[in-house]
């Protein structure tokens, strides 16, 4: 039926329709006094969401860049870094940090697993030179459904010293708890389209001050994703360059909405959404991926032995116009992905659990 889809996937994710109103309005110049007020309450109301006193950053960029701006802002070629590996996007990471000449050890995990962060434990302890210059690390692993243990990994590396923690957030900011300060987490990347509960094209870098100092001698190129030039710019309620303006309404839409949830009430409605699919779908009997101890608490991977993944998906988007992503490299047409991340409700994860008992007893 047509305008009647309805996402299930890990992102984008459903934006509410008081940040869609919030967005159609002319845009208005990005140097005006008016412009220079909104930037300067995102600002807070950035750092309320990432529990931070820390700069975050924003840039008209996805999560990649995001990403991206994380690593190469604070480190220098031929550093040595460790970079977690259990799924998609911790093996881009891997990518990123090669593309820019630095020196990657992957730790990895199979695909569907959570980091062991004794592995962590064992290259940061092993390291008496001190060559480890940072740790990135995918909280939470989208591709599989799997959150990994950031708080006891990031131990190791505050008992390490030298290095510093970059971390993946895009699918734990704003379904998770990820107290930034409290666990002194250096540099956390995230984007619009997830947990943000807005379009794609925003990306999101919270940087500690000791990342900061690294930020002094870092030496990989870099223009348009200089974090230096966003920190000068966010002093001055401004941006280094033309910001996605009306994604920034949004933004402040989003933000006050969440704002009147409340972190512990997001957290906990994650948590619910996540335990209710995940009975939901081992009461349709079929197979879970994840473990209970490692699911992601924004994504459920299904992986339904008796059918094809892809089949259950189509069925699913041609009968009940429900969106669910699939699985990716050789997880392709093993796993299925429920999300459950965002602006997502209880109704939503009834209403894509019935329809996937229908869709189950029709194949
Ligand atoms: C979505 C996502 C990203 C960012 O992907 P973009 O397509 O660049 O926005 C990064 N990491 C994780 C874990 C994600 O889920």
Redesign the pocket.
Known sequence: MQDKLMLMI??PTPVPERVLLAMAQHPIGHRSGDFSKIIAELNENLKWLHQTKNEVCTLC???????EAGIINFLSKGDRVLVGNNGK?GE?WGKVAKAFGLDVEEITAEWGKGLNPDDFKAKLEADTEKKIKAVIV??????TGVLNDLETINKYVKAHGEALIIV?A??SLGAVNVPVDEWGLDVV?S?S??GFMIP?GM?FVAVSEKAWKAYETSNLPKFYLDLGAYKKANAKDSSPFTPPINLMYGLKAALEMMKEEGLENIFARHKYLTQITREGVKALGLPLFASDNDAALAITAVAPDNHDAEAIRSAMRKRFDIALAGGQDHLKGKIFRIGHLGFVSERDVYTALSALKEVISSL
């Open positions: 890990p992102g960029a996805s999560g990649t860049g995001a990403m996007f881009r995918t909280h939470s692993e989208t591709s993946d895009v699918t990347a984007g389209q997830k794609p990306g």
